[in-house]
């Protein structure tokens, strides 16, 4: 078996790849709001508006270091600290769009900047287990996809705000796990059979490695385990007998 | 500037850098040999590890959960219904188990 180099992925036209992405997002989309809610209901805390935290949510539009920046100032961390652990949480996001550098090729500028600023993870995995499967899927399917992300997201953080006293925690509804089970069923999809086996155990091992011993914590950890892995495949021989 | 407005503004510069950082990196690399094959590696092995990380936050209970949404993605190959069944089957641990 042969490992393929660099893969061609068919799109179709613009505006009924990008209503697809829309309508395959419906579900973990679903838990985004969940998690929008929760946030609000945070940022209300500490002392946030719905109007502050309209602009955060759409312009910053990384749900995770949204949450962590706001937990530490609220616990008095300061300024400075918070926007480290926000940034640390996303430098991962330099692997997720580097990864996907094909829908960005050749583009005017506003719709490279537009792609980049609506990359997540849910939708990013998203496309990708789509075209694991069917073959398809580029830069309109994630744009779909990216713009309910981002409509779920500040509507919810703004309702979460609006409505703090009433909302539930998302523990409770077990809706924490809604995210883990999802990134399972798109890693099943991303499976490409024996030439991951390596790649894949590098990465594994390299997690539970660095969280289990203490050396890094839980966002270094899977930069850590998405660089040794593909590290591994870029070291390891292509004809996938090795 | 409060310090709540520093943070958002850091928080909106940093991370549109650090996406387009990445889109940027990734039409530098080659597109064949070993660089091509990293990047195509890349989404599997980084996904995996945010599982992992995940999983490593929680206890048995999880662990369970996440091995009845794995045979569910393995059977079905369904996105709703693997999280369906993830979500119900931790609420139900949680709560009764």
């Known amino acids: ?242 | 500037m409060s310090e709540t407005h520093l943070v958002i503004a850091a928080l909106i510069v940093g991370t549109l850098t650090v996406r387009l950082a990445g889109a940027a990196l990734g039409q530098k690399l080659p597109s064949r040999g070993g660089w091509a094959r990293a990047l195509n590696a890349l989404p599997g092995c980084l996904i995996l590890s945010l599982v992992i990380v995940m999983l490593t936050n929680g206890g048995p209970k999880e662990w369970l959960a996440a091995a009845l949404a794995l045979a569910t993605a393995v059977i079905t190959k369904s996105l709703p219904a693997t999280m369906a069944v993830g979500v119900v089957a931790i609420a139900l641990l949680r709560n009764f188990a």
Not at chain 1, 91 to 99: E, H, I, Q
């Open chain 1, 1 to 242: 078996m042969t490992v393929q180099e660099e893969t061609t992925f068919v799109t179709s036209e613009p505006r009924a790849e990008a209503l697809k992405g829309a309508r395959d997002i419906a579900p973990l989309a679903l838990g985004v709001s969940v998690y929008g809610l929760a946030f609000g209901l945070l940022a209300a805390q500490a002392g946030m508006n719905s109007l502050e935290v309209g602009l955060m949510s759409s312009l910053v539009f990384a749900g995770s270091s949204q949450i962590i920046a706001v937990e530490r100032l609220m616990a008095g961390a300061g300024a400075v600290a918070a926007i480290v652990a926000g940034l640390a949480l996303n430098l991962r996001l330099v692997l997720v769009t580097a990864s996907i550098r094909d829908i960005y090729a050749n583009r005017p500028l506003w719709q490279t900047v537009l792609g980049a600023h609506l990359t997540t993870d849910e939708n990013w995995a998203l496309m990708l287990a789509r075209r694991a499967r069917e073959g398809e899927g580029g830069y309109w399917y994630l744009l779909g996809a990216g713009l309910v992300l981002m409509a779920v997201w500040c509507g919810s953080t703004v309702l979460g705000v609006v409505f703090a006293a009433a909302i539930p925690e998302p523990r409770a509804l077990g809706m924490d796990f809604a995210f883990t089970a999802a990134f399972i069923a798109i890693s099943r999809a991303l499976w490409r059979g024996r030439a991951d086996l390596g790649p894949w155990l590098t990465a594994a091992a390299l997690v539970i490695g660095g969280v289990a011993s203490g050396l890094v914590d839980s966002s270094w950890a899977i930069i850590l385990g998405g660089l040794g892995g593909a590290l591994y495949a870029g070291l390891a021989r292509p004809n996938g007998n090795q």
